[in-house]
């Protein structure tokens, strides 16, 4: 809550154009409020609050790494695909459907998969 009222803080100046005792008057005490029940808080990490602390660590790590791969993934495909040449899908005659005959049909036509 503290990183949140730091950052209402920042808006009330910089976006909305307030001026410093304005966003003092506001902001002092929910900051208050919020740095008290952090202390609070804070006490209880050796006791077992250590363990959401890590869980959530866990989680930020793997989603920063999943998103992080996900952009290096398409820089790459973007790269690969710049030396294919566009062609028009060619219409074939079917003599039969099967399942053994799916393939791969992107929505759009100028990515490569």
Avoid: E, Y
């Avoid at 503290?2 to 009330?12: E, R």
């Avoid at 154009?17 to 808080?41: E, H, K, S």
């Avoid at 952009?71 to 003599?95: D, G, I, M, T």
């Amino acid at each position: 809550m503290t990183i949140t009222t730091v950052l209402a803080g920042a808006v009330m100046r910089g976006v909305w154009r307030w001026q410093w005792p304005t966003v003092a008057v506001v902001v002092a005490p929910i900051m208050t409020v919020d740095l008290a029940q952090f202390g609070a808080n804070a006490l209880k990490i050796p006791t077992g609050g250590w363990f959401p602390l890590v869980i959530g660590l866990v989680v930020f790590t793997v989603m920063t790494t999943w998103r992080g791969a996900d952009w290096w993934k398409r820089a790459w495909r973007a790269r690969q695909c710049r030396s294919l040449p566009f062609s028009p899908p060619v219409k074939r005659p079917r003599k039969h459907a099967s399942r053994a005959s799916l393939s791969f049909s992107p929505r759009r036509l100028n990515w490569c998969p």
